[in-house]
């Protein structure tokens, strides 16, 4: 993996990332190179070298946000003392990441070049682990597992692109109910 240095912040270095977000959504990362993004971006391939030593830094760069909105999930529900209140907080947590995440993760399901990327990023492969016992729990039965298994396939279906036409807040609520059905939960208390 290269390095993940980057130099400067701002404004040039955001249209560098929002140049390669629409490239990998329209070409896939392996489709794109550093002169598509510097001239999707109006910079030098210089100038994105000045912010970012290679694609792979871009594709951290495009991820990471996402990365560290799951690791907050994951604290956050691993400070929760009943499983049940840690577990809804998991899969709402998880379910709004991949809704607020919808166009990226568009990407992030469908090319390979990104997933090899994610699936190797040190931060993903611990919250991944802690996430996965979170949910799974102490000595799981074998249905147990095969529902957190379904709920994990299940987050790819807020980009699918069979629900583009569906607005974010039915697309979660949907995803809401099904997982809580899925594994076994119960809608929270409303706070009346």
């Keep these: 993996m290269t390095s993940t240095a980057t130099r400067g912040t701002g404004a040039a270095r955001q249209r560098i990332i929002d140049a390669a977000v629409a490239l990998f959504f329209e ?25 970012f030593q290679a694609k792979e830094d871009i594709l951290l760069a495009v991820i990471t946000p996402a990365l560290e909105g799951v690791a907050q999930v994951a604290e956050a529900a691993a400070a929760t003392r009943s499983r049940s209140a840690s577990l809804d907080i998991l899969i709402t947590g998880l379910i709004d990441q991949v809704i607020e995440n919808r166009r990226l993760g568009a990407v992030l399901w469908a090319d390979p070049t990104i997933a090899q990327v994610v699936v190797s990023h040190p931060m993903l492969q611990d919250v991944g682990i ?34 583009a036409d569906l607005d974010a807040d039915t697309v979660r609520q949907q995803m809401l109910d099904a997982a809580r059905r899925l594994l076994g939960l119960r809608p929270p208390r409303s706070a009346t």
């Design 27 to 51: 070409q896939g990362a392996g489709g794109t190179s550093l002169q598509m993004i510097a001239d999707r971006s109006d910079m030098t391939k210089a100038a994105v070298y000045y912010h």
């Design 130 to 163: 802690r996430i996965h016992r979170q949910l799974i729990g102490p000595n799981p039965d074998p249905a147990t597992r095969v529902r957190v298994s379904m709920f994990g396939a299940s987050l790819k279906a807020a980009s699918d692109p069979a629900l």
